[in-house]
T-cell receptor
Framework: AQSVTQLDSQVPVFEEAPVELRCNYS??????LFWYVQYPNQGLQLLLK??????LVKGINGFEAEFNKSQTSFHLRKPSVHISDTAEYFC??????????FGKGTRLHILP | DAGVIQSPRHEVTEMGQEVTLRCKPI?????LFWYRQTMMRGLELLIY????????DSGMPEDRFSAKMPNASFSTLKIQPSEPRDSAVYFC???FGTGLIGELFFGEGSRLTVL
């Protein structure tokens, strides 16, 4: 069975500093990986996804993620965060099934 | 174009009452998902439909929960009888194609409080 682990429940970071949100997955087959963002009182929105090809994936709002098969990781990064990036970020995995399984989320707090 | 529409946005009810949550997916989408979000368990997949047919309901907590999709533009999630531990935000999402290719589009959620 597939699963997703987000290692940090909360990450504080100063404005304009870089950030990395960690995600590890487990699956017995090839996987497809996603990062979603949830702003306060809203539903989730897709940030980026990895289906195949280049292991470095670029998404919206300056975010990118790198798929590392040997480490079963898909960490999300941004070189310089802005106050508007304050949100909860969810890593998700899907195998050849139709289901997308989400991690428990990481709250990103931007400090002034 | 309208996104996924959920109603009600907020519901407060007493234990034992029936609760019905509604969802209108994006027109043309053939997959519909119901998720539940709590602080303790995060985002849990309850059930999903493909072309109005339930495909996997293994995430439905117990017999008190039921979901239907009578047509391509409407789905309901019903809890009867409701219990305080059902308090959560319930999200509906739709997609065109499977999660392998399609992007999930989420509604704004229905926040349920059972007293």
């Amino acid at each position: 069975a597939q699963s997703v682990t987000q290692l940090d429940s909360q990450v504080p970071v100063f404005e304009e500093a870089p950030v990395e949100l960690r995600c590890n997955y487990s699956s017995s087959v090839s996987v497809y990986l996603f990062w979603y963002v949830q702003y306060p009182n809203q539903g989730l929105q897709l940030l980026l996804k990895y289906l195949s090809g280049s292991t470095l994936v670029k998404g919206i709002n300056g975010f990118e993620a790198e798929f590392n098969k040997s480490q079963t990781s898909f960490h999300l990064r941004k070189p310089s965060v802005h106050i508007s990036d304050t949100a909860e970020y969810f890593c998700a995995v899907s195998d050849r099934d139709d289901k997308i399984i989400f991690g428990k989320g990481t709250r990103l707090h931007i400090l002034p | 174009d309208a996104g996924v529409i959920q109603s009600p946005r907020h519901e407060v009810t007493e234990m034992g009452q029936e609760v019905t949550l509604r969802c209108k997916p994006i027109s043309g989408h053939d997959y519909l998902f119901w998720y539940r979000q709590t602080m303790m368990r995060g985002l849990e997949l309850l059930i999903y439909f493909n072309n109005n047919v339930p495909i996997d309901d293994s995430g439905m907590p117990e017999d008190r929960f039921s979901a239907k999709m009578p047509n391509a533009s409407f789905s309901t999630l019903k809890i009867q009888p409701s219990e305080p531990r059902d308090s959560a935000v319930y999200f509906c999402a739709s997609s065109f194609g499977t999660g392998l290719i399609g992007e999930l589009f989420f509604g704004e959620g229905s926040r349920l409080t059972v007293l």
